[in-house]
């Protein structure tokens, strides 16, 4: 193809570092717009909290993040939910959400945080193609906005990354960008990078409020064999037994899944044999974060319709039951709903551990109405 | 202070592009000059 010679000289250099700044202005304020938190609206009786109060060492850092606690009026246990351990699998922190807007604590206490890995949210993992935010239109007409953010905490916080990751204290070896995933920093260590102290703080809120039952919510994609599963520690596994079991009776199949004693670093693992929590980590598929995907934008993330996964679905090849499509209502009813059974079931195994939290929407509420029916309005 | 270093790096980086951008004599070239400036300030001002 002919190029259109024109010769360069001190004018357009300026000209062209004028467009330079231009486009820096522009994308600047777009990356920027990430660090603002997304809006939340504590349903009453929420004590707000920061996990610096856990720990100091991310206090005054962008990794520390809002901690929500409510008790109720008879004394029980207390349960932990963690979302947005991945900000790229949003029916995980949207269910956290759902818990802090609407949950009425009758017994017990609860515990939510809604954006583990706050630095996460403040970027895209790049060459993905996906969205920066999801949106909600709610029945009045206004809009709920959240971040899609990006698995890892982001490098402008933490970098560079390491050739090897080498898993504290186990020594196991990863990939070096897995340094900055929250999920393979557990136990976490006090004066390591921030990744590594947001997992300390964690754990500290773990033994320090001396927490029962801790879920953390995930998304997978569909041709992951690890998805639609509840992951649970030796110390959690016949709860998991008994709260799968309850939840396939109900037509709400999840794989139960030991977690594997050499797989270092993830929730799963490290709560339990660092602290006396009981463990559970769930999935739910996500098609956005899968490698079969077409045309990924912010519809994909809400409806997970894909035509590609709609043909490998055919093919057998998926390990989720996927039809036309995957709704974030769905695999947000899954994580809500899954939630709600475990309590019930804690209640069975230890009167004085259970936890009764009243005003979740069911199964078939959060489906046939949606997310947007059960978020509060900002207007 | 390993960020610091990184920054420093992209910084000193980005004034020898802008440099070079004076001295070139090809338009296209300057073009391609501002291509790289952009992610480099980017990673200089820590925005991304």
């Not at chain 1, 231009?22 to 809006?39: C, S």
């Not at chain 1, 499509?325 to 709903?337: E, K, N, S």
């Amino acid at each position: 193809m002919h190029k259109m010679n024109i010769k360069g000289t001190r004018k357009t250099a300026i000209f062209l570092l004028t467009v330079a700044l231009l486009v820096m202005y522009v994308t600047g304020r777009n990356f920027l717009a990430m660090r603002q938190p997304d809006v939340v609206i504590p349903a009453d009786g929420f004590e707000k909290r920061m996990l610096s109060d856990w720990f100091q060492g991310i206090h005054n850092t962008p990794a520390d993040t809002p901690v929500f606690i409510q008790e109720g009026q008879e004394p029980g246990g207390t349960v932990l939910i963690l979302g947005g351990t991945h900000p790229n699998e949003p029916a995980g922190y949207i269910a956290a959400v759902l818990f802090l807007e609407r949950a009425q604590v009758q017994k017990g206490r609860l515990i939510v945080i809604p954006f583990a890995n706050n630095t996460a949210f403040t970027h895209n993992s790049p060459q993905e193609g996906y969205p920066q935010y999801i949106r909600f239109l709610l029945p009045d007409g206004s809009v709920r906005t959240f971040r899609y953010g990006s698995r890892d905490t982001n490098p402008v916080y933490q970098w560079p990354d390491p050739d090897i990751y080498v898993h504290e204290p186990s020594g196991q070896r990863l990939a070096g960008s897995e340094m900055r995933n929250l999920n393979r920093a557990y136990p976490g260590q006090p004066h390591g990078v921030i990744t590594q102290r947001i997992a300390f703080a964690i754990l500290e809120l773990i033994r320090k409020e001396d927490v029962d039952l801790a879920f953390d919510l995930h998304e997978a994609s569909p041709e992951y064999p690890v998805v639609n599963a509840i992951v649970a520690h030796e110390k959690s596994l016949e709860l998991g037994a008994m709260a799968a079991m309850d939840l396939e009776g109900r037509g709400i199949p999840f794989r139960l899944e030991p977690s594997p004693r050499n797989l270092r670093g993830l929730s799963h693992r490290e709560w339990g044999d660092h602290t006396d929590v009981m463990a559970i980590l769930m999935e739910t598929g996500n098609p956005i974060q899968g490698r079969l995907r077409g045309r990924t934008n912010e519809a994909l993330a809400l409806t997970g319709k894909d035509k590609f996964y709609q043909k490998a679905a055919k093919l057998g090849s998926l390990f989720i039951p996927y039809e036309d499509d995957q709704p974030i209502a769905l695999r947000t009813a899954r994580h809500v709903t899954a939630i709600m059974t475990f309590l019930e079931m804690l209640g069975f195994i230890s009167e004085e551990k259970s936890v009764i939290v009243n005003n979740i929407p069911d199964y078939n509420d959060i489906i046939d109405k949606g997310i947007e029916a059960f978020l509060l309005s900002i207007s | 202070m390993i960020m610091l270093v990184y920054r420093g790096i992209a910084l000193f980086i980005s004034l020898v592009v802008v440099h070079c951008m004076f001295q070139e004599e090809e338009f296209w070239k300057q073009a391609s000059a501002t291509m790289v400036i952009i992610p480099l300030v980017m990673r200089v001002l820590l925005i991304k």
